[in-house]
């Protein structure tokens, strides 16, 4: 079983359309949880950050974590098709290592 | 331009040959970690230094691969021998002092072994 865990998709959506993207983990000791865009032949590009359980809001991306059911969520508010990309879940312990999931592809239809 | 900046983008060689990648971080940033991403996956983790100390080696780093940051500053990645099964994105971050453990990604260079 890999640490983190993610649908690679893809998934379609409409543009306008709420987005929910959702990883699992199996490190109890992972306290840090990121969210990395990344378009085409391009590097990872962070977007959410967030250490423990708790919600996190910056302007259309809410992102989630859940400890006790060891859940990652990203939701994208509002889609535009130039949110259409890769997107990677993450986590970390302490020791700075990125644990990736191996990304789900999103395309949002215009 | 202040991110992350890594050279070259891309690189093709033939098996055998030795290739070395260059990453320069962002400013001030004494984290510089080295990733590889293959087609489909997420990236994987190679190796980290704080400032010139090399802190952690994966077990993905073969013999082949050597990377150094002599002055604390950018750093290199050396791939000896080179195979097929090399090719892939290598991916550079950089991350600020102790305090922020959110990583930087660079634009990544490819590597294509034939």
């Known amino acids: 079983q890999k640490e983190v865990e993610q649908d690679p998709g893809p998934l379609s959506v409409p543009e306008g359309a709420i987005v929910s993207l959702n990883c699992t983990y199996s490190?109890?000791?992972?306290?840090?949880f990121m969210w990395y865009r990344q378009y085409s032949r391009k590097g990872p590009e962070l977007l959410m950050y967030?250490?423990?359980?708790g919600n996190k809001e910056d302007g259309r991306f809410t992102a989630q974590v859940d400890k006790s059911s060891k859940y990652i969520s990203l939701f994208i508010r509002d889609s535009q098709p130039s949110d259409s990309a890769t997107y990677l879940c993450?986590?970390?312990?302490?020791?700075?290592?990125?644990?990736f999931g191996k990304g789900t592809r999103l395309h949002i239809l215009p | 331009d202040t991110g992350v900046s890594q050279d070259p983008r891309h690189k093709i060689t033939k098996r055998g040959q030795n290739v070395t990648f260059r990453c320069d971080p962002i400013?001030?940033?004494?984290?510089l970690y080295w990733y590889r991403q293959t087609l489909g996956q997420g990236p994987e983790f190679l190796t980290y230094?704080?400032?010139?100390?090399?802190?952690?080696k994966s077990r993905l780093l073969s013999d082949r691969f050597s990377a150094e940051r002599p002055k604390g500053s950018f750093s290199t990645l050396e791939i000896q021998r080179t195979e097929q099964g090399d090719s892939a994105m290598y991916l550079c971050?950089?991350?600020?002092?102790?305090?922020?453990?959110?990583?930087?990604f660079g634009p990544g260079t490819r590597l294509t072994v034939t």
């Open positions: 967030t250490y423990s359980s």
């Open positions: 400013s001030e940033h004494n984290r």
């Open positions: 993450a986590s970390m312990n302490r020791d700075d290592k990125i644990i």
């Open positions: 230094f704080q400032n010139e100390a090399q802190l952690e």
């Open positions: 490190n109890s000791a992972f306290q840090y």
């Open positions: 971050a950089s991350s600020p002092p102790a305090g922020s453990s959110e990583q930087y």
